[in-house]
């Protein structure tokens, strides 16, 4: 545990320095990155609080704990250093920047289940703010639903490039957040509402498989668009970093969202489908009177979808 967290310590600063110097104070980026690493800390003082107190779970707490690191360790790489810089300028960087903050950051930090580590790193005398704050989340709990998270998340994904959108967050930093923080915010909720601690009834992992599979088909859309396009959408200059024209960088990204953004959340589909046939073929077989297909298309009842909620 303690060579994680030194090892943490010791590449967070990391991504800031990347240009051979401090990073620039006045960057809404470098704040929120220094605002991350400070809840990395936390969360790892936290994550070794568990561990003392649970000693003969260890191994999964330091799972977590690695999981968390790198999530966030990702988050800060996104935030400071050459990659936003290059965003400003190409298109293909700036698609880089929100994969890593959607389909890796935000999964790896659902996976941690980083709540109770970020609890107790907080000190004891802010903690009633901690509470408050967890109660906030709470009263958003119907947000989590599959069904709920799958449509917000796709929204942030299309409405942000739509080009007038997309061409506001690159002039002004104020709508450049809005849009970091929809991405990765909606993002962790589309991931926690699919991951779920305890499968809440015996289809959610099929029910969780199907929206991502669904993800992935809107998304590889809006991908391929960008891809096969004969015309640039959002920018009138090319990306100076690379050499690439207008068109050749929106191609670019368009194959990276398609390709590479769009196989981590095909591959999160296939794994939760295996986990859910696996769950399906260990349970008694009188208790099951319809095909796995058929759970997953038959409407749950009012109060299996309530006890969703509260499961979840």
């Given at each position: 545990?303690?060579?994680?967290?030194?090892?943490?310590?010791?590449?967070?600063?990391?991504?800031?320095?990347?240009?051979?110097?401090?990073?620039?104070?006045?960057?809404?980026?470098?704040?929120?990155?220094?605002?991350?690493?400070?809840?990395?800390?936390?969360?790892?003082?936290?994550?070794?609080?568990?561990?003392?107190?649970?000693?003969?779970?260890?191994?999964?707490?330091?799972?977590?704990?690695?999981?968390?690191?790198?999530?966030?360790?990702?988050?800060?790489?996104?935030?400071?250093?050459?990659?936003?810089?290059?965003?400003?300028?190409?298109?293909?960087?700036?698609?880089?920047?929100?994969?890593?903050?959607?389909?890796?950051?935000?999964?790896?930090?659902?996976?941690?289940?980083?709540?109770?580590?970020?609890?107790?790193?907080?000190?004891?005398?802010?903690?009633?703010?901690?509470?408050?704050?967890?109660?906030?989340?709470?009263?958003?709990?119907?947000?989590?639903?599959?069904?709920?998270?799958?449509?917000?998340?796709?929204?942030?994904?299309?409405?942000?490039?739509?080009?007038v959108l997309f061409r506001a967050a690159l002039e002004g930093a104020p709508v450049h957040a809005l849009?970091?923080?929809?991405?990765?915010?909606?993002?962790?909720?589309?991931?926690?509402?699919?991951?779920?601690?305890?499968?809440?009834?015996?289809?959610?992992?099929?029910?969780?498989?199907?929206?991502?599979?669904?993800?992935?088909?809107?998304?590889?859309?809006?991908?391929?668009?960008?891809?096969?396009?004969?015309?640039?959408?959002?920018?009138?200059?090319?990306?100076?970093?690379?050499?690439?024209?207008?068109?050749?960088?929106?191609?670019?990204?368009?194959?990276?969202?398609?390709?590479?953004?769009?196989?981590?959340?095909?591959?999160?589909?296939?794994?939760?489908?295996?986990?859910?046939?696996?769950?399906?073929?260990?349970?008694?077989?009188?208790?099951?009177?319809?095909?796995?297909?058929?759970?997953?298309?038959?409407?749950?009842?009012?109060?299996?979808?309530?006890?969703?909620?509260?499961?979840?």
């Amino acid at each position: 545990m303690r060579r994680v967290a030194l090892s943490t310590l010791l590449l967070a600063p990391c991504p800031a320095w990347a240009h051979g110097g401090a990073p620039d104070a006045s960057s809404w980026e470098t704040t929120a990155a220094f605002l991350v690493a400070a809840s990395l800390l936390l969360g790892l003082a936290g994550f070794i609080r568990l561990m003392r107190r649970a000693r003969r779970a260890r191994p999964a707490i330091l799972r977590r704990c690695a999981l968390f690191a790198a999530g966030m360790q990702t988050m800060i790489a996104a935030l400071i250093g050459p990659l936003p810089a290059l965003a400003l300028a190409s298109f293909t960087a700036h698609m880089i920047e929100h994969e890593l903050l959607m389909v890796v950051a935000a999964p790896l930090i659902i996976l941690s289940r980083p709540g109770p580590a970020l609890t107790l790193g907080v000190p004891a005398a802010a903690r009633g703010s901690a509470r408050a704050l967890k109660r906030v989340a709470q009263t958003l709990e119907a947000l989590r639903r599959p069904a709920v998270a799958t449509v917000l998340h796709g929204l942030a994904l299309w409405l942000w490039h739509i080009p007038v959108l997309f061409r506001a967050a690159l002039e002004g930093a104020p709508v450049h957040a809005l849009q970091h923080v929809s991405f990765f915010g909606s993002a962790l909720l589309f991931w926690s509402a699919l991951l779920p601690r305890r499968a809440p009834n015996p289809t959610a992992r099929g029910v969780a498989a199907l929206h991502l599979t669904v993800t992935s088909l809107h998304a590889g859309a809006l991908g391929a668009l960008l891809a096969m396009s004969g015309k640039p959408w959002f920018v009138d200059a090319g990306s100076a970093a690379y050499g690439l024209s207008p068109l050749e960088d929106q191609q670019l990204g368009g194959v990276m969202m398609w390709v590479v953004g769009c196989s981590i959340y095909a591959a999160g589909a296939v794994a939760l489908f295996g986990v859910w046939l696996a769950e399906t073929a260990a349970r008694p077989a009188a208790s099951i009177s319809e095909s796995p297909i058929q759970e997953i298309l038959r409407p749950a009842s009012p109060r299996k979808s309530q006890q969703a909620g509260e499961a979840m």
